[in-house]
């Protein structure tokens, strides 16, 4: 059994910044597995945010978070990172990690669909 906890949610101003974390524990090696950060807003379906191979050599983000989001992971630790800066009230929601075994290094996904284990989601609010 996989799971997965998120921390470092709050309430942050417009133009702030948070680091969210995600760790790892479970059966398999936390670099058998492909991260992912999504995220839900009220009322919308949840969404691709971010995602990184299994071994760190890729990355994506949605466009709306490209070049203030960076997403990123540490073995030693078995925890996932999602660094946000320059933070918007549209980036109001719960955020989920996510985990997708993968057998080859390098490859990700970022469809929801694709992932084996969720995190129960920690909260990002954005004032204006």
């Known amino acids: 059994q996989v799971q997965l906890v998120e921390s470092g949610g709050g309430l942050v101003q417009a133009g702030g910044s948070l680091r969210l974390s995600c760790a790892y524990s479970g059966h398999n090696m936390f670099s058998d597995w492909a991260m992912g950060w999504f995220r839900q807003a009220p009322g919308k379906e949840r969404e691709f945010v971010a995602a990184?191979?299994?071994?760190?050599?890729?990355?994506d983000y949605a466009d709306s978070v490209m070049g203030r989001f960076t997403i990123s992971r540490d073995h030693a630790k078995n925890t996932a990172y999602l660094q946000m800066n320059s933070l918007k009230p549209e980036d109001t929601a719960l955020y989920y990690c996510?985990?997708?075994?993968?057998?080859?290094?390098?490859?990700?996904?970022?469809?929801?669909?694709?992932?084996?284990?969720w995190g129960q989601g920690t909260q990002v609010t954005v004032s204006s």
């Open positions: 996510a985990a997708d075994f993968r057998w080859l290094p390098g490859v990700l996904t970022t469809t929801l669909g694709e992932y084996d284990y």
């Open positions: 990184i191979s299994r071994d760190g050599s890729s990355t």
